[in-house]
DNA sequence: GTACAACTTCAACTCAACTTGAAGTCAAGA
DNA sequence: TCTTGACTTCAAGTTGAGTTGAAGTTGTAC
């Protein structure tokens, strides 16, 4: 199995080796082993920072990460906790897409404030993190 | 018009009072006034705080948050940017989703480890922030 | 009019997730 | 062999987003 070094890692998934040792620190990927003192790190590596990279997209802490997908992307968890993952991303999913929405109206609707703005406020109402006004 | 004070729209917003004061104190959400020491804050507030809350939702930091939406509710950005806003965040929820389907299949599938499967790998592609692997 | 809960300020602390800097090591090419 | 650039460790610093604690103030209910 061809070994990479960290930079070469670092460029290819644009993390830099400086947070690749610290993930490796806390446990969150392994190096294959040592050149010298160089780490080399295998090439599934590179899948499991494309996962990290994807967990941290979605606000999960590195913390949660681990959790997600053990050190050779077993999950530690449950199927059913996973399935609530997903389904709290789904719900993260919705809120986003009302503030894309309610992005677009701000930029399209000439009213001067939108807090007043009857349609600005429903589209505040699709996200459920919203305040009993 | 009636006015809240802290605790109340602590209440209302799930925001707890210290991260009110804070939020005041960078200037991204305003009393109404004083009442003795103690702020007063009008309704529209809750609704700033929902926009807030669904920001920081989509991973916005509050200084971004700030300048999407200005104090009273107009965005200090120009139409375009807002729409490049409202792109990316569309970009996010594509990454969400591809995280969301990837959680799903590693509740599902009962192959030994994750990475290998075929599947799963073309699941990490459909997110943007893949490794080259 | 007094008790008390809810507020106030201010400084210091916390936490995650890194980055930076100093000082040292080492592999590979000229 | 020597140089160079990419690595190494370890400690300390940084940033954002608050929280915590101490010490003081005040509106309201009894």
């Known amino acids: 199995m061809k070994l990479l070094d960290i930079g070469e890692v670092a460029e290819r998934s644009g ?7 610290y993930y490796e620190e806390i446990g969150l990927i392994t ?16 899948l ?3 996962l990290i990279t994807l967990g941290k997209a979605a606000g999960f802490s590195l913390q949660e990460i681990a959790g997600l997908f053990g050190k050779e992307g077993q999950p530690d968890l449950p199927r059913s906790q ?9 719900a ?4 986003l897409s009302a503030l894309r929405d309610a992005l677009r109206h701000v930029a399209d609707c000439p ?3 939108h807090l007043e703005c009857p349609r600005f406020q429903k589209l505040l109402q699709a ?6 006004v």
């Open 15 to 21: 993390v830099a080796p400086s947070a690749l040792r």
């Open 31 to 46: 190096s294959a082993g040592r050149k010298g003192l160089r780490r080399q790190f295998g090439r599934e590596t590179l």
């Open 111 to 113: 009213a001067p404030s």
């Open 92 to 95: 993260q999913i919705r809120e």
């Open 127 to 132: 996200g459920t993190l919203t305040a009993k």
């Open 82 to 90: 996973l399935h609530a993952r997903a389904d709290a991303l789904e």
């Open 48 to 50: 499991q920072l494309s």
